[in-house]
């Protein structure tokens, strides 16, 4: 069965500079995980909301769409 996750994402710079992935939030909506990335934002270098489709119990997803994209994020998640 496909289900679509929509998830919003935070960026931290490590003491490097460089982005690293924060910790992952679930959101109900796809609004909900572009209002959640925004507000991220204002606390982290940067933040994304994406969603995937896919069908968990066989472990098979479809590539990321990106939603939004809120500050610094890395290139590749275009």
Same mark, same amino acid.
């Given at each position: 069965?496909? $289900?679509?996750?929509? $998830?919003?994402?935070?960026?931290?710079?490590?003491?490097?500079?460089?982005?690293?992935?924060?910790?992952?939030?679930?959101?109900?909506?796809?609004?909900?995980?572009?209002?959640?990335?925004?507000?991220?934002?204002?606390?982290?270098?940067?933040?994304?909301?994406?969603?995937?489709?896919?069908?968990?119990?066989?472990?098979?997803?479809?590539?990321? $769409? $990106?939603?939004?994209?809120?500050?610094?994020?890395?290139?590749?998640?275009?």
């Amino acid at each position: 069965m496909s $289900v679509t996750y929509y $998830v919003a994402l935070p960026f931290v710079e490590d003491d490097d500079g460089d982005l690293q992935p924060g910790e992952a939030q679930e959101a109900q909506t796809a609004m909900a995980a572009i209002g959640r990335a925004a507000a991220l934002a204002q606390k982290h270098a940067g933040a994304i909301a994406f969603s995937r489709n896919g069908d968990p119990g066989l472990g098979e997803f479809e590539p990321a $769409v $990106v939603l939004a994209r809120y500050g610094r994020a890395p290139d590749e998640m275009e």
